[in-house]
């Protein structure tokens, strides 16, 4: 399968890592969906309007399996969310089942209960940043070492019961299997991730714990067709989607505030009354990767006076989406106190995340106690000159570079 060779190919070249490519902005004021190649090399659809964008996320004419694996457009070549996954004709029943595996574990009331161990672990996570200063006074601090990275892989891993000592390997494996062109190497990564959730089912079985492992274990042995497989890959992708989005948007909320003082010290004036909405225009703002959300069309759907046809693959950039003056004033100014903020960084419909609000738990209890730790934090580097990490799945930038 070969893509047009007039289609422009993603990830699109972005100036820096606060603002979104341009050539998203040009698309889109063209039409809300354009013919585009994917990284692999394959032809897509790229929806770059809220509108529209929002539609197919909830419309279940679209979803994650193909009718052809062998034939589907892939994204990349990364381990993990480059092309179809899950059976075409049981991909409701699977997702249901899914989502009853994990809703009590991601649940808001959890989410309030957990709050105060994330505290505790957020306090620890600044106090090495108050050591690492106090230990070279003249050089600055990697917020991303010390906060945005640690902080996110703490809590997942606490949450799924997993040992934080094995934090290192982790993140190896995340980081490999997470490179747009990873091919063998992120399969061999995604190996040994999916082997060592074994092993850990493994210890689980035998000794259970108040933990994700050990709930999607019960679900795993009163349901038959939950497959080991499965079960590994579920377990390695909640480890995956659990920190590297967060991780990287506390990265992001970081730059957004500290790129304007007078925008800090308002924040730091009262982060606890400023941080929920502060967080919603972070999460609408920051855009983590430079491709989007993907699907592929189960029918032939009509779409902004396109026809999707049956097996097209969709790209829904929420980046772009979020950033559009159809539904947002002023859409790239940041701006928390924002009215109306009906962001899609969480997706929509049947498929919203269903971590959400741990992100924002773990996102407002950072930049709280952040702010209200260290008011006069400040930016060691000028935002714009930071690069993205555009070779991976989740973008990012790899040092947050602070003083105090």
């Known amino acids: 399968m070969t893509a047009p060779t007039s289609a ?12 979104i490519a341009p050539l998203l902005g040009l698309l889109r004021a063209k039409g809300p969906l354009a013919r585009v190649t994917t990284p692999a090399g394959d032809p897509a659809w790229l929806v770059t309007a809220y509108e529209e964008s929002r539609a197919i996320l909830g419309d279940k004419r ?35 089942r899914m989502r009853k595996v994990l809703a009590p574990a991601f649940s808001a009331p959890r989410m309030r209960r957990l709050g105060s161990r994330i505290e505790e672990l957020t306090e620890r996570c600044l106090d ?7 230990a070279d006074p003249q050089a ?23 040992p934080q000592s094995d934090r290192e390997l982790l993140r190896d494996w995340s980081e490999r299997i997470g490179m747009l062109d990873g091919g063998a190497d992120g399969q061999r990564a995604m190996a040994d991730f999916q082997a060592y959730m074994s092993r850990l089912a493994e210890e689980k079985r035998e000794r259970p714990g108040q933990d994700v492992v050990t709930d999607i274990l019960a679900v795993q042995a009163e349901d038959p067709t939950f497959t080991e497989d499965e079960m590994t890959r579920l377990a390695a992708g909640l480890l995956f989607a659990g920190h590297e989005t967060t991780s990287t948007r506390i990265d992001f909320g970081t730059l957004f505030l500290l790129s304007d003082p007078a925008r800090r010290d308002r924040f730091a004036a009262d982060p606890e009354g400023l941080v929920h909405a502060t967080v919603e225009e972070i999460l609408r703002m920051s855009a983590p990767g430079g491709l989007g959300l993907l699907r592929y069309a189960r ?21 772009a989406a979020n950033r559009d003056d159809a539904a947002f004033a002023d859409p790239d100014a940041f701006d928390p106190a924002r009215a109306a903020n009906a962001h899609l960084a969480f997706g929509h419909g049947g498929h919203y995340c269903i971590g959400n609000a741990l992100a924002r738990t773990e996102m407002r209890i950072a930049f709280t106690a952040l702010f209200r730790r260290f008011p006069g934090l400040r930016l060691s580097v000028d935002p714009h000159s930071l ?8 973008g990012g930038v790899a040092e947050v570079p602070v003083e105090w």
């Open 387 to 394: 690069p993205e990490h555009s070779e991976r799945l989740t």
């Open 8 to 19: 422009p190919q993603l990830p699109f070249a972005r100036p820096n890592a606060l603002d």
């Open 128 to 134: 090495e940043m108050e050591q690492a200063r106090a």
């Open 140 to 162: 600055p601090v990697n917020l991303h070492e010390h906060l945005s990275f640690p902080l996110p892989v703490q809590v997942i891993c606490e949450l799924l019961g997993v």
């Open 299 to 319: 029918e032939d759907v009509p779409v902004g006076g396109t026809t999707i046809a049956r097996g097209d693959a969709v790209i829904i950039a929420i980046n």
């Open 62 to 96: 679209f979803g994650k399996a193909h009718p052809a694996p062998e034939d589907a457009t892939k994204i990349s070549s990364a381990a993990i969310q480059s092309g179809p996954s899950g059976s075409f004709e049981d991909e409701e029943r699977e997702h249901a």
